[in-house]
């Protein structure tokens, strides 16, 4: 009976463990320094501390520069890395398990101050770079890009220039917003 009892735990425990879900401050923990190299570990540890007791979550990055936190939620985080630069990460919830989770995470980069560019990049939990088509296609233009924090949405703004090399002399030909809805992959852009 006592053997009985010690199975049933430990199968209770397993189930429990299968249905954990991972957080965006779990993500951040586990980030590789590879992916913002002046963004370090003990910067990211001291942003969620500072966040835990309602403080503004600067911190100076390894380049000397500043970064700030700005939300973090279980499953949205957006940093501003630097006066160009900003991070925003979501984990999305996906059918297909990817590396036995049933999340990954869609990390959105966006470079620029005057003319911006993001770039999407989709990772498993354990940050093995996952294909992008997999995913999502995009056009072959500049796209800005904002995922969203309350709702797993994916706004793609398009920006057309006539001659690549004379942009900063061009205005540029702006399409409508594209708003993607997450289903387990995004729809296709246009």
């Known amino acids: 009976m006592m ?3 010690i199975i ?5 425990f397993l189930c429990l463990d299968a249905y954990a879900q991972t957080t965006m401050r779990d993500m951040l923990k586990t980030m590789p320094d590879s992916l913002v190299p002046y963004l370090s570990e003990n910067n990211r540890l001291d942003m ?3 966040v835990d007791t309602n403080m503004e979550a600067i911190v100076t990055n390894t380049l000397g520069g500043k970064s700030q936190m700005n939300k973090l ?3 949205y985080v957006s940093i501003r890395l630097n006066e160009s630069s900003d991070l925003a990460m979501r984990l999305l919830d ?7 989770a049933r999340q990954i995470v869609c990390v ?13 990049r989709f990772f498993s939990l354990s940050w093995k770079p996952l294909p992008m088509t997999d995913y999502l296609l995009l056009p072959d233009e500049m796209v800005v890009a904002t995922i969203g924090d309350d709702d797993p949405t994916l706004t793609l703004q398009y920006e057309c220039r ?9 205005k540029a030909i702006s399409k409508p917003s594209t ?5 387990g992959k995004y729809v296709k852009g246009d």
């Open 3 to 5: 053997m009985r009892k």
């Open 94 to 100: 996906v059918e297909t398990p990817v590396d036995s």
């Open 108 to 120: 959105v980069t966006t470079y620029g101050t005057d003319i911006r560019e993001s770039t999407i």
């Open 179 to 183: 708003i993607l809805k997450w289903t």
């Open 48 to 50: 969620i501390d500072f």
């Open 73 to 75: 939620t279980d499953n």
């Open 162 to 170: 006539l001659n690549a090399p004379a942009n900063e002399e061009q």
């Open 8 to 12: 049933f735990l430990f199968l209770a």
